[in-house]
Structure formats: structure tokens, C-alpha cells
């Protein structure tokens, strides 16, 4: 059963000493909000990210993919709005000068920070794109920015990808990639940082077809909260009011998460018109239409846009993974097991080998079992340490299968398999090990 008391404290002493996510620049004091994924991290994320790629553009024929740079021509920018409108509403307190989005508190409050009274400035809207120069010259015109959302280079490339992928409407474009927001407030680990990830999906549709495909969008998003084990009673879905709506979009659905730090948005999933088309069609004097093979027709395609952030969804998948049993020890008691419950085609190590003892008499036969197991799947090898520690190790990190080397296994060419939820061991042949673990992915 989840932990009901899990704190954000927990998971991030759990993430570190674990090796999922590290603080950034931690010798050096630190960098606020910035996070390193680890050895186990990186791998987690990578497969959360292949496993949205193989469902969302691998197994759909109405799907391809694209990987664009991250600093696009700032016209781009000037186009999709963001120059303009791209802000938070920034207040500062003109005592201490702590900074905080005026959306998010009580204007009338007293500073959070200082205490002081009355000493919050009037909202100004603050841009949240992070802005650079490219080549040596600081100088109006050499100003560029980082992307502050994959989806707009979707948009700049549509006709020649369109053209190229030789691809009707209704069809869909994805990239996954980083993206940069100068948040006013960012925090809460990796749920709102300042470099992130996001997985985006441009889906082109005819514009009387929107609806539709925005339902199926919506089940479609369910189906990958289910397959990536996020629990489900902590899932909803927001409809954003039209008063909150970003200025591209007509409808939203945010899927929201309760996070240990409440509820808040986890995806979102927007009808942005033919709004990104229509404006890089009139900014860039390129005629973007798409002309009806069949009917000759020529019109703008709307778009319905799935865009999940990849920092978010491991984060979900941590407070939904989290789990503390009661386990009883080799001596008859009992003692709290901390298991993180992923998905099993998501942990990131997938089997450990765990020989019994460190005599080469079982390594000669656990070090080659390993590295041919690990030409299929993500396998640690650990030799030290009792074989409880070892398991509990394990199972701190997800991984589905232990698997046991002992003296035995020199006589009957056979190992023992624990499984990672029921704790149950059985013994199966070397010879079938492969066989056997192919069957439980
Ligand atoms: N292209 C539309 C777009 O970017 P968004 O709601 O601003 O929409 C989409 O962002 C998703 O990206 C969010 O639902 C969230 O998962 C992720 N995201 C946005 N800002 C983030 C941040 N500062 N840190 C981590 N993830 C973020």
C-alpha cells in the first residue's frame, strides 16, 4: 500500500542516496532548483521517454518525429506571441526584495519572507524566456532565446516535414527535448524548474475535426498516467477556465497530480486553433495551408496539442511507485520494506545479479551471467553487503527480478529468482534464466 505520510523530504534523501537525482552543483554549495539525474535516473527518464516515443509515434502510423535546434530565429518568438505575452505577474517586496508570482499569493499579506507590511510592489509582467547572444557581439541584434517550449519549431518545420514524411491531415508531429522558463518561482524538486523536459505532440487536424480528436487525446492520456503506474486516485482532470486559457489555446484540459505539496497540474492537453500556423503564416509570408489531395482544398490545420513534461511524469511516478510494507526478517520479525513499485518495463535496473558470496567460485559464474543479461535489459551486479541489504537495496530502487548465485547453482546449474512485489523466490535453470525473464517484460 502507498505511504500516506510521504514526504517531498523522503523522496529527495531517497532520489540522492540512491542515485536517481542529485543537486546540481552540490560541491559548490548548490545552485538553487537545479537537479542532476544519476546513474539510476537518467536511466529512468530515458525509459519513460522511449516508452512515449514507441507509443505515441512508433506504433502510429499517423505519427513521426522530429528533433529541431533549441535556439530558433528570434522572429519565431516575436510570431507564437511569447515575446509578448509569454509573462508571470511579478510582485517584489520593497523591503527585502523577495520576489513572488502575484497570482500565487495574498496581495495584502504581509511579506512571506520579512514580515512587513504593506511593502509589496504593483504586479509587472515579467517574460519568462531566458535570453542569450549568439556569436561575440552583446548587441540588439545579435538577442536570441532559448526555447521556452518544444512546440513551436513543430509549427516552423510543419511544411517541409509534411512535405517530406509525405503525410496527410489528419496526422501528428512529436518532439521530445529541453525547454527553458525563467520561472519566478520555481521549486517543490523537479516539479517546476527552470530547465525541464517536455514531450510535445502537434496533432493537425481538419478544423471541424477538433473535437474528436481532442476526446481521443484525452483517453489516449489516460491510457500512458495507467501504463506509467501513476495512481490513479490521484489523477484528475481540470477544466481550465477561458479566463485562465494561454493566449494560443481555446480549450484546455490540465491532467492534475496530487504531488505531497497538493494538487497541480501534471500535462495539459490545448486546442490551439490554427493560431501557431496563422501567425508564422503572416509573419514569415509563407504560405503554410495544407491542399486537400482529394478536393483540391486549401486550409489551415488546427491543432490539438498532448504536451507532458518529462521531469513531471518521473515525479509522479516516484509518489506513485513509494511503497512501505511490512516485511519479516530471517529471524522471525518484522521491519518496515521501503519497495519503489514502478511499472516493471520501466525500472530502471531490471535484474540484479547477486552472488551469495564474493569467492571466485560463484563470481566465475555471476560476472558472465550478468554482462550476457545485460545485452538485453539494464542489470546491476552487486557482490557486497549481506544478501538482505543487498535486497533491500534493490528493492529501494525498483528492481523486479533478484537474482540469487549460490553454491548450489555449481551443482545444479540453477539460480533463485526473487520477485521484486510478492518477495517470492523460485529456482530456475540457467539455461532457461533468459526465457524465463523474457516473459515477465
Ligand atoms: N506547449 C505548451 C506548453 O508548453 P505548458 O502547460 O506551459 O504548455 C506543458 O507546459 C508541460 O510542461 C506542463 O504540463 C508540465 O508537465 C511541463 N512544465 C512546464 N513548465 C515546467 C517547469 N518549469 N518545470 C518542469 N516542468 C514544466
Given at each position: 500500500m502507498a505511504d500516506e505520510k510521504l514526504t517531498m523530504e523522503t523522496l529527495v534523501a531517497l532520489c540522492k542516496s540512491r542515485g536517481l537525482i542529485y543537486p546540481g552543483s552540490e560541491i559548490y554549495g548548490g545552485m538553487a532548483n537545479s537537479w542532476d539525474y544519476g546513474p539510476l535516473g537518467v536511466i529512468l527518464k530515458n525509459n519513460i521517454k522511449q516508452a512515449w516515443w514507441k507509443m505515441f509515434v512508433q506504433e502510429r502510423l499517423d505519427m513521426v518525429g522530429l528533433d529541431a535546434a533549441l535556439i530558433m530565429n528570434p522572429k519565431v518568438w516575436q510570431a507564437s506571441g511569447h515575446l509578448a505575452t509569454f509573462t508571470d505577474p511579478l510582485v517584489e517586496c520593497k523591503n527585502c526584495h523577495e520576489r513572488y508570482r502575484a497570482d500565487e499569493?495574498?496581495?495584502?499579506?504581509?511579506?512571506?519572507?520579512?514580515?512587513?507590511?504593506?511593502?509589496l510592489t504593483e504586479p509587472a509582467s515579467f517574460n519568462l524566456m531566458f535570453k542569450t547572444f549568439v556569436g561575440p557581439k552583446e548587441e540588439a541584434e545579435s538577442v536570441a532565446y532559448l526555447r521556452p517550449e518544444t512546440a513551436q519549431a513543430i509549427f516552423v518545420d510543419w511544411p517541409l516535414v509534411m512535405n517530406s514524411a509525405r503525410r496527410r491531415v489528419p496526422f501528428g508531429v512529436a518532439q521530445i527535448g529541453k525547454a527553458f522558463r525563467n520561472e519566478i518561482t520555481p521549486g517543490n524538486f523537479i516539479f517546476r524548474t527552470r530547465e525541464f523536459e517536455q514531450m510535445e505532440i502537434e496533432y493537425f487536424v481538419k478544423p471541424d475535426a477538433w473535437e474528436a480528436a481532442f476526446e481521443d487525446w484525452l483517453k489516449r492520456l489516460h491510457e500512458w498516467v495507467e501504463f506509467c503506474g501513476l495512481d490513479s486516485e490521484k489523477v484528475y482532470d481540470l477544466e481550465v477556465p477561458p479566463e485562465e486559457?494561454?493566449?494560443?489555446?481555446?480549450r484546455t484540459v490540465d491532467i492534475e497530480f496530487d504531488f505531497p505539496f497538493g494538487r497541480k497540474e501534471l500535462y495539459g492537453l490545448a486546442y490551439r486553433t490554427d493560431f501557431d500556423l496563422r501567425s508564422h503564416m503572416e509573419a514569415s509570408g509563407k504560405d503554410l495551408r495544407f491542399t486537400?489531395?482529394?478536393?483540391g482544398e486549401k486550409y489551415l490545420p488546427h491543432v490539438i496539442e498532448p504536451s507532458l513534461g518529462v521531469d513531471r511524469t518521473f515525479l509522479a511516478m516516484l509518489v506513485s511507485a513509494y511503497t512501505v510494507e511490512e516485511a519479516r526478517t530471517a529471524d522471525g520479525e518484522t521491519e518496515p520494506r521501503v519497495v519503489m513499485k514502478f511499472p516493471k518495463a520501466l525500472a530502471p535496473i531490471k535484474v540484479a545479479i547477486l552472488p551469495l558470496s564474493k569467492k571466485d567460485e560463484l563470481t566465475s559464474v555471476a560476472k558472465p551471467l550478468a554482462e550476457r543479461l545485460a545485452k538485453k535489459w539494464s542489470v546491476d551486479y552487486d557482490e557486497t553487503q549481506s544478501i538482505g541489504k543487498r535486497y533491500r537495496r534493490q528493492d529501494e530502487i525498483g528492481t523486479p527480478y533478484c537474482v540469487t548465485v549460490d553454491f548450489d547453482s555449481l551443482n545444479d546449474q540453477a539460480v533463485t529468482v526473487r520477485d521484486r512485489d510478492s518477495m517470492e523466490q523460485e529456482r530456475v535453470n540457467l539455461a532457461e534464466l533468459e526465457e524465463y525473464l523474457s516473459a515477465k517484460f
Open positions: 499569493i495574498d496581495l495584502t499579506a504581509a511579506c512571506a519572507k520579512c514580515g512587513t507590511k504593506d511593502s486559457l494561454a493566449h494560443y489555446s481555446k486537400d489531395p482529394q478536393t
